[in-house]
């Protein structure tokens, strides 16, 4: 009965359900028709005069935050960089540090604890409000403890903990234009901290102030070249340039970037191809050809990596014999392997730093590819086991993730009459088996932050078992480390991190494997483009012809 | 039905317990612990001893689950480990787009469904009705990432003439509004944004219909020849009434009730998210997002999804068991009882 209650019929309604349908499909077609002859001309789906002044660049996911003292990931990296600046910034081409906010390099005391930095005049957040020496002392002390938070994941790597007694104790505003940072103790790699992408550069206190307590700002707002515009979750980013950039040489030449969120590969190559994006981030080797055959350009430098097989050197486990390690080095033809598995979209890794990081030193002897010598001494040794663990999933430093890589070793030590049991997990699962798992040897990687040598020779070093894979515990190395980020730059530093490179070529508690390269596509008719050794992009200098 | 429609929302509460009550298992049995992936690659043992502390991880599972049951029916889905962002505005985000997906792509099924399935019965066994058949067999076995690739490949990669990612240019898309962009251009009447959000559903919406459409056209035609050989059917031609009308105001509109079922559940299954389909074509909706926030173990939101997504099955299937009760009055439910 209840349905003569309704104020129409079940004719009428079936009348008004096709008419609603016939109505949406008439629109959808005229629209389809109509929107596909508006982009054939250029075959671009950009959008008429709008595109005209306009790049766009493919994200693989979603930034995480847009406030640099709330993200790790590379994607807020790249998009966070062209709204915020850091008191310094490094080189194009590598991790040399450059003043930037500040006007020049820093006044370090003898001693290495007090850092005296003059700031530049004149300079304004996008809000209009003005940038000095109390926003630095704002921006930099809710990144300090006890205001610290646990949602801010650079925070203790950039500015120190109280409990290690490092980093930074103070920060004061001697005058508004004159910053005083005094540490807890010396930390040469504090520095090239100060131009990371993360956690280090100035926001606005102002949005620091309209955010929540212990909340990114909502709101980006910096000094950079670009202004944050709009953040539509999953789908893009949307930035504009700022016309009163305090830059005038470097002003951006671009009136608004794009990052489009696309995590598929193959879709962001068609992206590229149809002419959706002007550049593409996170390109595999495997499909750079399709790149360059439609015409379009290829990036492809050393980034700030290194892809390496960690042995457990754990008392009791197979791996704890460096005799052992060496053998099993000496099984694999890492060369070999590296050309077959990336082609020339890595190199062969010789040191534990990437090829262009100072002090790389080409004469550090690895272990030789003899499979002979190989097969003899893990035959006397009675190994014919391995439990090997990997990840399956890509990572920056391995475009093709660890199965590929576990395979080819299997093979090789499977000729030198050792069997190999893989056993692969994601990612995330992976991080916690490499603390839990009774491995022999695992894959595993690393991706610099700040170009320091500190940054990768301490890994070994690292009393986190996430960290330092291969449970390594050698206290002549970690003395080295120690010394090392206490020593200022130059002769004594560099002879330090050699030192450390040759005790991991001799002890190997690592094979190392690779060091990838930075692939992007895009259009030729982007000018100025580079991607930074450190995983972000700079716009101010980008342009793209019409 | 009133009474009818009372209890089946207060029987939604049990399968939704149930839903929460799985979920919830096996985001904390299953799933790697989130500390390292939200704190990162320096979190030391200590920072993500805390961090668990401070989100409550380290409490008995059957008091966290309480607490995640009294915050919910709150209305407080919690926040996601990763972004720090409540839950709720996480999926009011990305939902529209799912939705407009979803409704465009069930509109071109049914309608396309319906056609190929009538046509296949009214011309069984002849040239027409095997071609449907075989496009509904196609529809049926090709998986959604692989004809969205073939389709990104011939209308983007090839001709050019469509985008294959995205809902919109992000330059025009509307702001402030609904989220459902077709409703908001038009609002706004900007028909250069319309256009241009036309034109970026055409490739999902068809990879996204395919296999929906195969299910309505198999439907349509298995229920119009049961109803072509009705006794009633049999009669309408017999006192001469035309082809079009016996087919279409007489075998039609009968054969319809099975097929609006299917339609509903179906719509019901694309609006829990179509991942792959917003995999291929960078579409911003809450399936990619499910499934990111898996590999993340970001448990709040990935309980947050589940429960949304039951709720609009449960409520789905109520819809389409009313409007069947609507459309077909012989229908009555919960007679035994009230009888």
Partial sequence: ?546 | MLKYILKRILMVIPVLLGVTIIIFFITRVLASDPAPVVLGEHATAEAMAAWRADYGLDDPIWMQYVNFLVSAIQGDLGTSYYTHTPVASELAARFPATAELALCAIIVASICGIALGVLAAVKKNKLADNASMVLALIGVSMPVFWSGILLILLFSATLHILPSSGRVTPLLQPTGGTGFFIFDTIAKGDFEALGDVLVHLVLPTVTLSLYSMAIITRMTRSSMLETLNADYIRTARAKGLAKRSVNVKHALRNAMLPVSTVIGLQLGSLLGGALLTETVFAWPGIGKFAVDCVLKSDFPVVQGVVLLVAVIFVFMNLLVDIIYAWLDPRIKYGAKEEG
């Fill in chain 1, 1 to 546: 009965m209840e349905e003569n209650k309704l104020k129409f019929s079940r004719r009428q309604f079936m009348g008004l359900l096709g008419t609603a349908v016939a109505g949406t499909a008439m629109m959808g077609m005229v629209g389809c028709s109509g929107g596909g002859s508006e982009k054939k001309g250029d075959g671009k789906a950009a959008s008429g005069d709008k595109a005209a002044d306009s790049i766009t660049y493919s994200l693989t996911a979603d930034p995480r935050a847009l406030d640099p003292a709330y993200f790790d990931d590379g994607e807020s990296a790249v998009v966070s960089c062209n709204i915020y600046e850091g008191l310094y910034g490094f080189a194009e081409k590598n991790a040399e540090v450059k003043p930037l906010l500040a006007t020049e390099l820093p006044e370090i005391s003898d001693d290495g604890l007090t850092y005296t930095i003059k700031l530049r005049e004149g300079v304004k957040f996008h809000d209009g409000t003005d940038f000095n020496a109390d926003a630095v002392k704002t921006s930099i002390e809710r990144l300090l403890e006890p205001n610290r938070n646990s949602d801010q994941p650079y925070a203790s790597f950039v500015f120190g903990e109280e409990a290690a007694n490092s980093g930074v104790k103070t920060v004061e505003a001697v005058d508004a234009t004159t910053v005083k940072i005094t540490m807890r103790a010396a930390n040469t790699s504090f520095l090239k901290n100060l131009a990371m992408a993360l956690a280090s550069p100035i926001v606005s206190p102002k949005a620091i102030e309209a955010a929540s307590a212990g909340s990114a700002i909502t709101t980006p707002c910096g000094t950079g070249p670009y202004k944050f515009v709009d953040w539509t979750k999953s789908a893009s980013v949307t930035l504009e340039a700022n016309e009163d950039y305090w830059d005038k040489d470097n002003a951006p030449k671009t009136k608004n970037i794009i990052f489009k969120i696309i995590a598929e590969g193959n879709t962001r190559i068609t992206s590229l191809l149809n002419g959706e994006c002007d550049i593409i981030s996170s390109v595999d080797p495997s499909s750079a050809n399709q790149i360059t055959d439609g015409g379009y350009e290829l990036f492809s430098e050393d980034g700030m990596t290194i892809n390496y097989m960690a042995f457990n050197t754990d008392e009791g486990g197979i791996c704890a014999d460096k005799e052992v390690r060496k053998a099993i080095a000496q099984a694999i033809n890492v060369e070999e392997m590296v050309s077959a598995i990336y082609g020339e979209y890595a190199s062969v890794a010789n040191s534990v730093m990437p090829l262009w990081m100072a002090p790389y030193d080409k004469d550090v002897k690895q272990t030789a590819y003899d499979p002979d010598a190989a097969k003899a001494t893990l035959a006397a040794k009675g190994v014919t086991k391995l439990a090997c663990i990997t990840y399956s999933t890509a990572r920056p430093y391995n475009a093709k993730g660890g199965v590929e890589l576990a395979n080819m070793v299997q093979g090789y030590l499977s000729k030198v009459g050792v069997d190999v049991e893989i056993t692969q997990y994601d990612w995330t699962t992976y991080k916690s088996k490499v603390q839990t798992d009774p491995y022999d040897i695992c894959f595993y990687g690393w991706t610099g932050d700040n170009g320091d040598p500190d940054n990768f020779m301490n890994l070994p070093a690292d009393s986190n078992r996430s960290m330092n894979v291969a449970h390594w515990d050698n206290e002549e190395y970690k003395a080295l480390i120690a010394k090392g980020i206490a020593t200022p730059d130059g002769d004594e530093r560099d002879a330090i991190y050699k030192q450390c490179e040759e005790m991991m070529a001799e002890e190997q508690p690592w094979l190392l494997i690779s060091h990838s390269k930075n692939l992007l596509g895009y259009s030729p008719k982007v000018k100025g483009f580079y991607y930074h050794p450190t995983g972000v992009a700079f716009f101010k200098g980008v342009s793209k012809e019409a």
